[in-house]
């Protein structure tokens, strides 16, 4: 069963067009991974998951429950970290999530072992009588995550949980993110860190420009992109001018040189492939190394967001 039905969400800023058409189902009980570049639309497809900001067409659907028509029965489904929060100065850890246990209503014999686990279970619990404000970003983050917990929601959304974080605190939050999933919780989990989100997740969608350009499982999504194989050109000298060059090649729908060498997305087969290195040779580039890279999702993200840029370029030019 869905636990969260997505249909032809839309959503506007004046001109701006935010989400065009955003479909997508996300199935209960497991971790889903909503990729996308700076203002792709992440965080307004999950402010209107979470019934903070009114769509301006489709339907939104948790549990069953319309967001904007049962926003009271949605919230009790879902707990929502926004990428953006602040806790209170002041309050132990212990006494923050209490305060929100009695937000939700919790009967008051139940808080103390209900924040006991909690803290537990985000690997805070040497924290427990610590003020909140002076723990590091990372406990922060597990933090604001246990309060999303309190009421025990079915449906997590989550805001780029790992954003800012160092390695081993990254590292942690993952960790609390996989004993989500034992414990059966559907995840919608935004982030920009791929490789990270590729460990983590069921499945992945992937937003550019407001729209889903490809949604599957991670090995689906990257398979569905071997149409558009990943070549690594690098080149002894004249980097610039090999990009240019390739830029102008029939199949190559795009071009990134920013780390030494030119990463091709490429739609030819090898046969093609081999036509563009005698190509390349013919010109006198002394070519280092040329070679088909295996598809992982970062790979998958920079073809199918290279792709929509490409597809964009071509409708401006007509
Ligand atoms: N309150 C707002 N008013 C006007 N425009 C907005 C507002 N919020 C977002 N936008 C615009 O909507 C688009 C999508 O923004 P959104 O924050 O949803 O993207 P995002 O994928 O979460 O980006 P990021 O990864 O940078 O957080 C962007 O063009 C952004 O500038």
Known sequence: MNAVEIKSLTKRYGENCALRDFTLNIEGGRVYGLIGPN??????AMSIIATLLAPDGGTVLVGGHDVVKEPTAVRRLIGYMPDFFGVYDGLKATEYLEFYAAAYRIPAGQRPGL?????????LRDKADCYVDLLSRGMKQRLALARC???DPAVLILDEPASGLDPRARAEMKEVIRQLRRMNKTVLISSHILPELAEMCDNIAILEQ?????SGSVEEVTAARQGAKILKVEVAERLPELISFLQGQAQVLSVDGDAGWARVSFTGNKSAQGKLLQEIMARGWPVLEFAEIKGNLEDAFMAVTGEVKTASKILMQR
Do not use: S, W, Y
């Open 39 to 44: 203002g792709a639309g992440k965080t307004t």
């Open 210 to 214: 407001g729209r889903l350009v490809a």
């Open 115 to 123: 924040v006991r686990d909690l803290l537990e279970l985000v690997n």
């Open 149 to 151: 917990l309190v009421h």
